[in-house]
């Protein structure tokens, strides 16, 4: 069976330009998680969806963020007026159910984004 | 917000069993401890998941004493294949599961 599936693998835009990245999660998969990681760093939580919708937004790193998911299935992140800070690989998770419940997510293999 | 805290570095020796312990004082009564593994350009691999005593699988085992302040991931015998960063991962307290905190992050080196 498919696993997560990320695009683009890679992209490299220009500062201020806006980009979406996109999350086809595993097929019945409710939940989606969106992360972000800087190079070398760890995992930063971003958002997570139960169904289409988001419970807290506040993860995302600023108001040029949005994620949105619709019909319970592919998710994009949309990063707004790009900045250099926001270069860092986007990973993208889903599982069978609430986190807390079931932490076990299945992740892709990101969206490696470079803001020039 | 929940915090978690692991070593940042452990080395070891093919054949050896490796404990990494990852501490998360303020987890909530209702939170499952989940620990991943990340190589290089790859997204983190699901390894084991407990919410208290000991829980095995067949490639690790997870320590988590009553109070469940910390946890301890066990490898037995490790291989060259091993090397890589392994994350715990907990829900937020604060907003219950709709945050999820992953830990710093230790990097294991497996030499022969």
């Known amino acids: 069976g498919a696993g997560v599936s990320q695009s683009p693998s890679n992209k490299v835009t220009e500062k201020g330009k806006d980009v979406e990245l996109r999350c086809d999660p595993i097929s019945g998969h409710t939940a989606l998680y969106w992360y972000r990681q800087s190079l070398g760093q760890g995992l930063e939580f971003l958002i997570y969806f139960q169904g289409n919708s988001a419970p807290d937004k506040s993860g995302l790193p600023s108001d040029r963020f949005s994620a949105e998911r619709t019909g319970g299935s592919v998710s994009t992140l949309t990063i707004q007026r790009t900045q250099q800070e926001d270069s860092a690989v986007y990973l993208c998770a889903s599982s069978l159910a609430l986190a807390g419940r079931s932490l076990e997510q299945y992740f892709g293999p990101g969206t490696r984004l470079t803001v020039t | 917000l929940a915090k978690t805290t692991q070593p940042i570095s452990m080395d070891s020796y093919e054949g050896q069993e490796v404990n990494i312990t990852c501490s998360h004082n303020n987890i909530a009564t209702n939170d499952y401890i989940t620990w991943y593994q990340q190589f290089p350009s790859q997204g983190p691999r699901f390894i084991i998941q407990?919410?208290?005593t000991k829980v095995t699988n067949e490639v690790a085992s997870l320590f988590i004493p009553a109070d469940r302040k910390s946890s301890t991931l066990s490898l037995p015998r490790v291989s060259l294949s091993d090397t890589a960063v392994y994350y715990c991962?907990?829900?937020?307290?604060?907003?219950?599961?709709?945050?999820?905190?992953f830990g710093t992050g230790t990097r294991l080196l497996v030499s022969p």
């Open positions: 991962l907990v829900g937020d307290v604060g907003t219950g599961f709709q945050k999820l905190v």
């Open positions: 407990g919410y208290k």
